[in-house]
């Protein structure tokens, strides 16, 4: 069968980035979201801005399937740090995705998605380590030759690559208390963002294999949303791309 390969993104800005790969672009739009079917290295793929939070990523992700047949998908953006000695810049790609703010309780165990029996959601192997091998081909050539030496240094950027649990939820984590919560309950956790667990219940019920690609933008701290329209702007968009490149050469 003929692959298609999804590809959303949290920001706009950086998913505009990734749209400018694409080769005999059509825009759809449905539901306020704008799809661009094209190609890219000769393979189909359709890249949709998932818009932020649980909600508005399951609607785009649930429209990627449905509308638009994606064999694969790929989700790209950034995340809040929770483990100790991840630095901003680093990349964390998803094993497990679990929804930090999901309580049922007394129902069901708190964090077990609704009758779905599971906490986490596993992402695909074989995509995860396709993600794993285009980030570190990215991290040999080095980075600086995608965001620039004078990102590099005003970020202190030397990125490292990890795989691990994402926690999702409706909220930007931006305080001691709350990130330090988060961590107690769910210590594997190593990043926090708003859409990738949402994403992975839409794959897992639809049967489609998915994995989540995370750049480190903050620590989830008080520092956090300063750190993170910069970083945004001057790096993050230029990663998505770069990494979807690498992706792509590999599919
Ligand atoms: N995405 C990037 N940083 C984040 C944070 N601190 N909380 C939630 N989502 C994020």
């Known amino acids: 069968m003929d692959r298609t390969i999804g590809i959303l993104g949290a920001m706009a800005q950086e998913i505009d980035e990734v749209k400018a790969?694409?080769?005999?672009?059509?825009?759809?739009?449905?539901?306020?979201?704008?799809?661009?079917?094209?190609?890219?290295?000769?393979?189909?793929?359709?890249?949709?801005?998932?818009?932020?939070?649980?909600?508005?990523?399951?609607?785009?992700?649930?429209?990627?399937?449905?509308?638009?047949?994606v064999t694969d998908l790929f989700f790209i953006g950034t995340a809040g740090a929770l483990a100790d000695g991840l630095k901003v810049g680093d990349i964390v790609i998803s094993k497990r995705l679990v929804q930090h703010d999901l309580d049922a309780r007394p129902m069901i165990s708190r964090f077990e998605l609704p009758l779905l029996n599971r906490i986490y959601v596993n992402s695909d192997p074989g995509l995860t380590e396709l993600a794993g091998k285009a980030v570190s081909n990215l991290l040999e050539k080095g980075v600086g030759h995608v965001v620039g030496e004078a990102a590099v240094k005003e970020f202190n950027l030397a990125p490292q690559l990890y795989f691990g649990d994402i926690a999702s939820g409706d909220q930007f984590i931006n305080s001691s208390e709350k990130r330090n919560e988060i961590l107690s309950l769910l210590p594997d956790v190593m990043c926090v963002e708003m859409e990738g667990a949402a994403v992975a219940q839409v794959c897992l019920e639809f049967n489609v294999p998915f994995t989540v690609i995370r750049t480190i933008s903050d620590t989830a701290d008080h520092n956090a949303r300063v750190d993170f329209g910069k970083f945004i702007v001057e790096v993050a968009n230029a990663y998505s791309r770069a990494i979807v490149g690498e992706i792509m050469q590999l599919v």
């Not at 094209?38 to 990627?64: D, E, H, R, Y």
């Open 21 to 69: 790969l694409l080769t005999n672009k059509t825009v759809i739009k449905i539901a306020n979201r704008e799809f661009v079917v094209g190609k890219i290295n000769g393979i189909a793929c359709v890249v949709a801005f998932s818009k932020w939070g649980k909600v508005a990523a399951t609607i785009t992700a649930a429209l990627l399937v449905q509308e638009f047949g």
